[in-house]
């Protein structure tokens, strides 16, 4: 499942690709390490940052009790069935890859994965709105996870759904249960991985 994100195309660059207004994402700096509770590009039919985690306050778990934790990534087998997500938005997440980690603490080995013909990933993900005390409305996201494919599993047990270009309109409409459909591993053979040694992960 993603923890960081990295993405190096421009504001114009996204906007083209996905047909829509990039001036609220203008200008786009080249970021090679998007930690959770940073600002990440989202499309939702339009292009906006929003804050990558969901802070559920007010949301409660089948038991009625407050969720406590930050979400940054939720699971597709219960996303759409958990009363802490009732009401959530979806959106995608365009990304030019992201990183995972494998070995033991402090010995932890890094790894890059992004499209084996480069380009753009989307992620699955849901979005929800937080109203902050003083009435400061802070727009949210978190990706969707499923089962690793077999490029992913072994480097980890979960990965992020991610979807084709056609099929965000599908992800994005209001058939729920065509949503639904499109949370399977992605294809095996479409991913790049490699050892990520160089990314200066106190920086950009």
């Known amino acids: 499942m993603p923890g960081r994100l990295f993405l190096t195309e421009t504001a114009k660059m996204l906007g083209a ?4 207004d990039a ?7 080249v970021r090679h390490n998007i930690a959770p509770g940073q600002e990440i590009v989202v499309f939702d039919g339009a292009l906006s940052l929003m804050r990558w985690g969901i802070v559920p306050v007010g949301r409660v778990n089948a038991r009625g009790r407050p969720v406590m934790e930050q979400i940054i990534n939720a699971r597709s087998e219960t996303v759409f069935d958990k009363s802490a997500f009732d009401g959530v938005g979806r959106a995608v ?4 890859g992201w990183y995972e980690w494998t070995g033991q ?3 932890k080995t890094a790894w890059r994965i992004r499209p084996r013909d480069a380009g ?3 992620f699955a993900a849901i979005t929800d709105v937080w109203t902050a005390p003083g009435g400061l409305r802070v727009p949210q996201v978190a990706a969707v996870t499923c089962a690793p494919n077999a490029d992913v599993e072994p480097i980890h047990h979960r990965m992020g759904v991610l979807l084709d270009r056609a099929d965000i ?14 949370m399977v591993p992605w294809p095996v053979g479409r991913l790049h991985i490699e050892e990520a040694s160089d990314v200066n992960w106190d920086g950009p």
């Open 120 to 122: 753009l990933l989307y």
């Open 23 to 29: 001036a609220a994402i203008a200008p786009l700096p």
């Open 105 to 107: 603490t402090r010995r």
């Open 93 to 96: 997440i365009p990304v030019n």
């Open 169 to 182: 309109a599908t992800w994005l409409g209001d058939d729920l249960e065509a949503a639904k459909a499109l």
């Open 17 to 20: 690709e996905l047909e829509a």
